[in-house]
């Protein structure tokens, strides 16, 4: 199978750097599924043509494959298209021989890689069994023009028909990295058959490749089912991380929406309650560096900042304005703040994986849970306690049972207009029990507020703790 690239850009011959191989070399690589080669077919200052020429292993495909071949026919093993097409193979061929370029680095000329460009790529023998109704469903919304060739079943029998099977020239002007990051997930979409095992690590290559532009794609559900091979427990994890532009708009009106908590909860002063609770918790367990995820106008990250105990504190929220309020809350463009490089503000979404969410002490959710859809928790569990892995995290959330005590509250409303729900202490601590199981986690449980009999706390607090016996 073979795969070309052609840059138009003068000098086109910079397509060299930014793929790193050399228009004057033809360079062989060495998969372990078969074998890669890259040549240059074109070279000029006005016109540049790179090609990925893929070899597959036949022995490979039967005894090295994790995944099977769909059908499950005795000689579906040996006799099938995957040597011939351009499948899932090319998808892993591009992100292993053009690694650099996929991941937008370019060494000699870095400058190279945010530069749009017009750029046509050749995908030879396409498999697409929704014809070209489907190429142009998929491409043609993310601004590429198409050219279609579709190509017989059998050129001796035209009888026979059309096959799926398509040769597909992609034009657009974009940057090489947003190019290859596109081929790199629609292609195996195309491929009903992808040759390796589909699991979580799946849907972070996804969410990692897809967070700028699949989002907001009409097809965005039918790329993300058939990338991961229709397994609707890893889709709905991955449909979760692709709402951050969601977030972000809901977050908008978060500064309003959260004065009418407070002016419902300032009679009993949970809010301070809360907070201060907190905070104590943090400093009894020793933890110095900590992450207030979802810190809204940044109070829990100014009361850290008030005790030098705290060495180390971050904030991170999806919304740039609740960002700016908590910056001007703390001061952080005053430049007589003496202790301004302790902390630090960060736009960032809950639904993905994030280095910066790594190596704190500890990890504060106070009262930001119940603002996600409960489909979208599965992210967050796995953002916060798979991949953060903080020893200490902290989540306070309403206690559903106390909302009756309201009494400026309504029977079935929930005590701000952004909560997607709210919990019982029953229901809290069945979601903690099942994070526990799942991540290594142990969980304690604490009332915040002043109790009552029968409807308990205003507030429930869970405090995990890492590599413990489950109390």
């Keep these: 199978m073979i795969f070309t690239i052609t840059s138009e850009r003068r000098p086109a011959t910079d397509l060299g750097y930014l793929l790193h191989k050399h228009p004057d070399k033809v360079q062989k690589f060495e998969l ?173 290559k996804l969410l990692a490749k897809g967070k700028d532009w699949l989002a907001g794609h009409p097809a965005r559900d039918f790329i993300v089912s058939r990338y991961l091979k229709g397994r609707r427990n890893l889709a709905k994890l991955a449909i979760a991380g692709l709402s951050v532009a969601e977030d972000a708009v809901e977050t908008e009106a978060a500064p309003e929406n959260a004065a009418i908590e407070e002016k419902l909860e300032s009679p009993i002063r949970l809010n301070t309650v809360r907070l201060a609770r907190v905070v104590e918790e943090l400093k009894n367990r020793g933890a110095q560096r900590v992450l207030d995820l979802g810190c809204g106008e940044g109070k829990l990250i100014s009361l850290l900042a008030k005790d030098k105990y705290f060495q180390h504190i971050s904030g991170a929220d999806v919304s740039l304005r609740t960002l700016e309020i908590a910056a001007d809350r703390l001061g952080l463009d005053d430049p007589h703040r003496r202790d301004k490089d302790r902390i630090h503000m960060f736009q960032a979404s809950l639904m993905y994986r994030d280095k910066r969410f790594a190596g704190f002490d500890a990890i504060a959710l106070v009262e930001v849970i119940e603002h996600l859809e409960l489909d979208r928790l599965a992210a967050l569990e796995r953002v916060v306690f798979q991949f953060a892995h903080a020893p200490l995290v902290i989540v306070t959330t309403p206690n559903a049972e106390y909302n009756r005590l309201f009494e400026n509250l309504p029977a079935g409303k929930f005590r701000h207009n952004d909560h997607r729900f709210e919990w019982s202490r029953s229901e809290f601590k069945k979601w903690c029990d099942a994070i526990c199981a799942r991540f290594g986690y142990s969980a304690e449980f604490y009332p915040l507020g002043d109790e009552d009999a029968q409807c308990g706390a205003p507030t429930q607090m869970a405090v995990f703790t890492l590599g413990k016996t489950h109390e």
């Design 32 to 204: 372990n599924f078969g074998c890669a080669e890259v040549f240059y077919t074109e070279v000029s200052e006005e016109r540049c043509t790179a090609a990925l020429l893929l070899e597959i292993d036949p022995i490979h495909m039967i005894r090295g494959a994790k995944a099977p071949v769909s059908d499950s026919s005795p000689l579906a093993q040996y006799v099938n298209d995957k040597p011939y097409v351009c499948s899932s193979f090319m998808s892993v061929a591009i992100a292993q021989v053009f690694g650099s370029a996929l991941g937008g680095r370019c060494k000699d000329k870095p400058e190279l890689v945010e530069v749009a460009q017009p750029l046509i790529v050749s995908l030879y023998s396409l498999p697409s069994r929704g014809g070209e109704k489907l190429l142009r469903e998929l491409f043609e919304p993310l601004g590429y023009t198409l050219t279609i060739e579709s190509m017989p079943l059998d050129e001796k029998f035209p009888a026979w028909g059309k096959s799926p099977y398509f040769n597909v020239s992609l034009q657009k002007t974009a940057t090489l990295h947003d190019f290859l990051t596109q081929l790199y997930i629609l292609i195996p979409v195309l491929d009903r058959s992808k040759h390796y095992w589909v699991d979580e690590d799946e849907v972070e």
